[in-house]
């Protein structure tokens, strides 16, 4: 059985940091690109955040650039989102995602989806 579990959110003052962790199970990591969006409340989906290719290649959108690092455990079967001098805007669910290839997830296709964990940024 395919399944994603996310943990690590919690509720954190601005400028803090979080790590977020994506166990997957059912299937090999290393084959895929694994990324990571969120959602905040009463809003739409906010496109990718960052991507981690199974070539190594990585993607960050802008909001998060320099402050996000996606990176992944092959071994572990795990991935992982450092999150760093967080602002209140970063306030929602993530929720890490699996697809084929980093462009793909990119434009939000992507094959599995975990059930997301929350992330409080307040003062």
């Known amino acids: 059985q395919v399944q994603l579990v996310e943990s690590g959110g919690g509720s954190v003052q601005p400028g803090g940091s979080l790590r977020l962790s994506c166990i997957a199970s059912?299937?090999?990591?290393?084959?895929?690109?694994i990324g990571w969006f969120r959602q905040a409340p009463g809003k739409e989906r906010e496109g990718t955040l960052c991507?981690?290719?199974?070539?190594?290649?990585?993607y960050y959108a802008e909001s998060v650039k320099d402050r996000f690092t996606v990176s992944r455990d092959n071994a572990k079967n795990t991935a992982y989102l450092q999150m760093s001098s967080l602002k209140p805007e970063d306030t929602g669910v993530y929720y890490c995602v699996v697809g084929a290839a980093v462009l793909a997830v990119e434009r939000g296709e992507y094959e599995y989806r975990g059930q997301g964990t929350q992330v409080t940024v307040s003062s």
């Open positions: 059912g299937f090999a990591l290393r084959y895929n690109a």
């Open positions: 991507i981690s290719g199974s070539d190594g290649s990585t």
